[in-house]
């Protein structure tokens, strides 16, 4: 056992679900921040009666930038909280809508692969405001494990 504590980001509702498990830097041997900053993901989905697993390349841009969205809903109800990866591969788009009641739908759009033509699997869940603390302390653990370095306008909280 090496006492590190399991890393995932996990939305799930009814059956359906999306987990996010980031694996390892990839490391580009760049002198560029911005390529330094990118985390091999294992994706898992099942949206009906459609499932899959693939991995993607996101940034700890992403995951500090949806942490700080989602935090935000918490506290507004009534608001937009998005992961999607910043680079643009398009592996995984995640769209949180607060109704300001303290329900949350979310709009999942998965992609198998970057560039033209990949796969797509778009599907509906919904959460209610009681899940969202639970959400931001697994993000919170991503983003202690994978900190952005370099200089970005965004900061780990």
Same mark, same amino acid.
């Given at each position: #056992? ?5 890393? /995932?980001? +996990?939305? *799930? ?14 490391? *580009?041997?760049? +002198?560029?921040?911005? &390529?330094?900053? @990118? ?9 009906g009666k459609f499932s899959g697993q693939y991995n993607?390349?996101? #940034?700890? !841009? ?11 809903? *918490? ?8 992961? /999607?990866?910043?680079?643009? /591969?398009? *592996?995984? &788009? ?11 739908? !979310?709009? !999942? ?6 560039? $033209?033509?990949?796969? +797509?699997?778009?599907?509906? #869940? ?15 653990? $991503?983003?202690?494990? /994978?900190?952005?370095?370099?200089? @970005? ?5």
């Amino acid at each position: #056992m090496t006492g590190r504590q399991e890393l /995932y980001f +996990e939305l *799930y509702d009814s059956g359906d679900f999306v987990r996010l498990e980031p694996i390892d830097l990839i490391n *580009y041997n760049s +002198e560029f921040d911005w &390529d330094r900053n @990118f985390i091999k993901t294992r994706v898992t989905i099942k949206g009906g009666k459609f499932s899959g697993q693939y991995n993607g390349e996101f #940034m700890t !841009v992403d995951f500090e930038n949806f942490k700080q969205e989602l935090s935000k809903l *918490y506290d507004n109800l009534n608001g937009i909280a998005n992961f /999607y990866d910043i680079e643009g /591969y398009g *592996y995984l &788009d995640l769209k949180i809508i607060g109704d300001s009641l303290g329900h949350f739908e !979310v709009k !999942v759009l998965a992609r198998d692969r970057s560039g $033209i033509n990949p796969c +797509e699997l778009t599907f509906k #869940m919904s959460f209610d405001q009681t899940q969202i603390k639970e959400l931001v302390n697994q993000l919170d653990l $991503i983003t202690k494990e /994978y900190p952005i370095i370099g200089d @970005f306008k965004i900061k780990n909280e």
